[in-house]
């Protein structure tokens, strides 16, 4: 496994090239995507005047989603660490039609606090699974929510519950050029927090107390066209880069074996039900670092406990 420093590196590596695809589709996964987070969106339950954060805001369809729940009194503020998806971000929802959206280029693992801060709640929409070192990160959001702020969040759980992200991998990595590296172990990529037990640990040694990972399966509902959500999921996962720069044969060689593949999905007439498998997490930002915490917990949330 690559240390820290490396695998930080590798992350900025990866979301640089990875960016473009996210742009282009930034639509579609609002559209689409939006099941990955709702539960936690649901379960953050934002409030008009409140200032909130968003961790991993990409193109910013879930900041927007938080500043239509602040309102005019309040705040939504998205962080990424890629600079193209910020772009993106700050073109689709300019201040005149959103205010109090803000967004900011940043790594969120190597900040002191998130600008903008103190904020009463932060979302994540399955980021936290993506940070080379999640305490790092975790402990910036933490320290970036006022005492007794709250945290809403989703992350993928393992692949059994999540077979079509690698049916679309192994649809179209034949007819593509080298991949990045596909993580191993522990380290950041979709399935990092299978285990909940880490995913505990790493949010009590971040400050974070009343931690609740309760699991939560949903189903992304796809149009009934093939050639156009093989794409979309081919240009958000790990083969995009290697995809747009494949020439156009190749291209739709990758396409037709997403297609092959993500079939059992398919509803003909009706669309893709691309079923998953999450992990909603919900945490209470100690009075401060050294606060003693609650201790991790693996139990259904109590719908008021964010409050």
Do not use: K
Not at 22 to 50: I, S
Not at 233 to 243: C, D, F, R, S, T
């Amino acid at each position: 496994m690559a240390d820290t420093a490396g695998l930080r590196a590798r992350n900025a590596a990866f979301w640089a090239a990875a960016a473009a695809g996210w742009v282009r589709q930034a639509d579609r996964q609002d559209q689409v995507g939006r099941p990955l987070g709702a539960a936690a969106m649901a379960r953050l339950a934002a409030r008009p005047a409140e200032r909130v954060l968003d961790v991993g805001c990409g193109c910013g369809g879930t900041t927007a989603e938080l500043a239509a729940a602040v309102g005019e009194a309040g705040t939504a503020v998205g962080v990424d660490i890629a600079e193209a998806m910020v772009t993106a971000a700050r073109r689709r929802f300019p201040t005149d039609r959103y205010p109090g959206i803000q967004f900011h280029l940043a790594d969120i693992e190597t900040l002191d606090v998130v600008p903008g801060a103190p904020f009463d709640a932060a979302f994540s929409r399955m980021t936290l699974m993506l940070l080379a070192d999640p305490v790092a990160g975790c402990t910036t959001i933490r320290r970036s929510l006022r005492p007794g702020g709250r945290l809403a969040a989703t992350v993928f759980r393992d692949g059994g519950v999540n077979p079509w992200l690698s049916a679309t991998l192994l649809g179209a990595a034949p007819h593509l050029g080298p991949l990045p590296p596909l993580p191993v172990g522990e380290e950041p990529g979709p399935f990092s927090f299978a285990d909940p037990t880490r995913l505990a640990q790493v949010l009590d040694s971040a400050g974070f107390t009343a931690i609740t990972i309760t699991p939560c399966d949903v189903v992304l509902d796809a149009p009934d066209d093939a050639d156009l959500v093989a794409e979309w999921l081919v240009e958000i996962g790990p083969a995009g880069a290697a995809y747009r720069s494949a020439p156009p044969a190749g291209q739709a060689s990758a396409r037709a074996g997403v297609i092959r593949l993500l079939d059992r999905f398919r509803e003909p007439g009706v669309g893709y039900r691309l079923p998953a498998g999450l992990w909603l997490v919900t945490a209470i930002a100690a009075d401060a670092y050294d606060t003693p915490t609650a201790g991790p917990t693996h139990q259904r949330p109590r719908q008021d406990e964010h409050r």
